[in-house]
């Protein structure tokens, strides 16, 4: 499987909120590997944990996300 763990183990203690959001991004990558024989998710090559800009435009498409604004979050996920 070329799944790509670098983000499962990080050096700083996570919030329960971090945790959700790197599983979630382990199971996309899961998902679209094994089911959908797609290369996984690049997530902007960032941990998405580091209070930074990267996190801030990723939470910011999570939430056009719940709105069904999907396809920005997907293009997100490949950069």
Avoid: C
Wanted: no cysteine.
């Amino acid at each position: 499987m070329g799944l790509d763990l670098k983000y499962v183990y990080g050096q700083t203690p996570l919030t329960e909120e971090e945790k959700d959001g790197r599983h979630s991004r382990i199971m996309a990558d899961i998902i679209i590997e094994s089911i959908f024989g797609k290369e996984v998710f690049t997530w902007n090559n960032s941990d998405l944990v580091k209070p930074d800009n990267t996190r801030i435009e990723y939470l910011e498409l999570i939430k056009k996300a719940d709105k069904e604004i999907i396809k920005p979050l997907i293009v997100f996920a490949r950069s």
